[in-house]
């Protein structure tokens, strides 16, 4: 069985510590975070970064620091940085770019999120990949819609994106792809098609929705996200202590469904990425 990824999205730009006192928002409290998710089993850390009052920020200084921080005390794990609208407007959303991460994530279409438009323009799509290209950075593709497989696929084909591109399907943002279990099997189907039978993929779903995509992706041979960014709870009740306790309901997924969990080696091989710095 191919060892299951698991992607910790530590922080995101919405969630706060009046939503869960445990969300990571400092560099340290963010480093510490991702520290103990490493250490639970987690070989990518998705990262934001915040100003100091919570909200979010795209300030590449701030960047820096959590990558040298996360570098230091989790050695060779995955650091994937997010260009994602939320965090700023256009080419700032690029400006930590030349920190040249392992990865980053990339959306490469527009749909909308709860409460606005998430306005991915064709021009900045392009720059955003052109940037990662440069920096040999592997774009992981935030997929909120089926169109945006097809994107990807285009944009491999005219060599815009270098590579497998490493599709994430997200599922349960309001107001854009729900969750579908029938959906989910066509994604799969058609990621098996443009780019392969092998071709990896991974899935996250909001809400109380990350425990089920959790679960199809782990019983499905994807790979995993979790972390506060998506979710802040363990049930309707019940916070999540820590980022590390949302890893460990993956790793328990894993057990109960005979998949291993990737090291950071493993992980780094599956997603043909350069060795750890
Ligand atoms: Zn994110």
């Not at 935030?142 to 945006?148: I, M, N, R």
């Not at 099997?185 to 425990?211: E, M, S």
Request: aromatic share 6%; proline share 7%; with cysteine.
């Amino acid at each position: 069985m191919t060892p299951c990824i698991i992607c910790v999205a530590i922080t995101g730009s919405l969630p706060q510590k009046s939503d869960n006192p445990a969300v990571p928002i400092s560099i340290s409290e963010q480093v510490e975070s991702t520290h103990e998710a490493f250490e639970a089993g987690a070989s990518i850390v998705h990262a934001h970064v915040r100003n100091d009052d919570g909200s979010p920020s795209s300030d590449p200084e701030k960047f820096a620091r959590l990558k040298e921080g996360v570098e230091a005390h989790c050695p060779g794990m995955i650091v994937q940085l997010s260009t994602g609208g939320r965090s700023g407007a256009g080419k700032t959303r690029g400006g930590m770019l030349p920190l040249r991460p392992d990865m980053a994530s990339l959306s490469v279409g527009s749909n909308n999120f709860p409460t606005r438009v998430y306005e991915n323009p064709p021009d900045l799509v392009d720059w955003l990949a052109a940037e990662m290209l440069a920096h040999d950075i592997k774009p992981e593709i935030e997929a909120f819609d089926l169109s945006h497989i097809f994107q990807a696929a285009k944009m491999q084909a005219d060599g815009r994106l270098a590579g497998t591109p490493y599709v994430q399907f997200v599922m349960g943002v309001r107001n854009a792809m729900p969750v579908d279990r029938e959906v989910f099997d066509f994604y799969i189907a058609t990621v098996k098609r443009l780019f392969g039978a092998n071709a990896p993929w991974c899935a996250a779903g909001i809400g109380a929705h990350q425990l089920t995509l959790n679960e199809w992706a782990v019983t499905s041979g994807g790979h995993a996200r979790t972390g506060m960014e998506d979710n802040v709870r363990l049930d309707r009740t019940t916070l999540a202590p820590s980022n590390a306790a949302l890893v460990r309901r993956v790793v328990d997924l894993c057990a109960r469904h005979d998949r291993p969990v990737a090291t950071p080696a493993q992980a780094r091989r599956l997603l043909g990425l350069r060795a750890a710095p």
